[in-house]
């Protein structure tokens, strides 16, 4: 069956350091989606790339879909303690069913 | 947006028990789906819930462990049955707000633990 993994599992940075996820696919995806849940929460919806090759930004995050849809990162500009969490992301490949990857929880230390 | 209610938000069970979840949605919504994240894990689609028909099963989870009931389009309850330890994990409904977006909200959860 389809997988998404993620890398790394786990990332701890400094305040103001990059940080960048990575998602890989077994499959070729329609669409991708990233979610972000701070510890005892629930996930909570973030962006969605839909076309090969598409950047997005929100503020300090940018986001890339893969070429051949399938693999797409996170990355975040100068973190804050804010950013803490887990950061999933989720892939379909035409279904309204999203497979979520593995997950990578970030901490960050101020 | 959507507006999530889960009941019970957490759980202490006993093993051999069943508990049943609650799901009930401020709006109208097509599609309702019921993850399970285990402790520390990622999210793991259990099934698609049908209003007014059986439930989609992922690979894995099955009818009689996990029953599904979605008798509109604004509720839905997923029972655990016969619960063992490896039944403790955090239950959560999830609907998508909108068909061009696609976006998932979720509800707060179901935290349940079985001794």
């Known amino acids: 069956g389809q997988q998404v993994m993620q890398i790394p599992q786990y990332q701890h940075v400094q305040e103001g350091e990059d940080f960048t996820t990575y998602c890989n696919s077994s499959t070729t995806l329609s669409n991708i989606q990233w979610y972000k849940q701070r510890p005892g929460g629930h996930p909570v919806f973030l962006i969605q790339l839909v076309k090969s090759g598409e950047v997005k930004k929100q503020k300090r995050l940018t986001f890339q879909f893969g070429e051949a849809k399938k693999n797409s990162s996170l990355h975040i500009t100068a973190t804050q303690t804010t950013d803490v969490g887990t950061y999933f992301c989720?892939?379909?490949?035409?279904?309204?069913?999203?497979?979520f990857g593995t997950g990578t929880r970030l901490k960050v230390l101020a | 947006s959507a507006v999530i209610s889960q009941k019970p938000s957490r759980d202490i069970c006993q093993r051999g028990t069943s508990l049943t979840i609650q799901c009930q949605v401020d709006?109208?919504?097509?599609?309702m789906f019921w993850y399970r994240q285990q402790p520390g894990q990622s999210l793991t689609l259990i099934a698609t819930?049908?209003?007014?028909?059986?439930?989609?099963?992922e690979s894995g989870f099955v009818i009689d462990k996990f029953p599904i009931s979605r008798p509109n389009l604004t509720f839905s309850t997923l029972t655990v049955s016969n619960m063992s330890p490896e039944d403790s994990s955090i239950y959560l409904c999830?609907?998508?707000?909108?068909?061009?977006?696609?976006?998932?909200?979720f509800g707060e959860g179901s935290r349940l633990t079985v001794l």
């Open positions: 819930a049908n209003q007014g028909s059986e439930a989609t099963y």
């Open positions: 989720a892939g379909t490949s035409g279904t309204y069913k999203y497979i």
């Open positions: 709006s109208q919504v097509t599609m």
């Open positions: 999830s609907v998508i707000g909108t068909v061009n977006t696609g976006e998932l909200f």
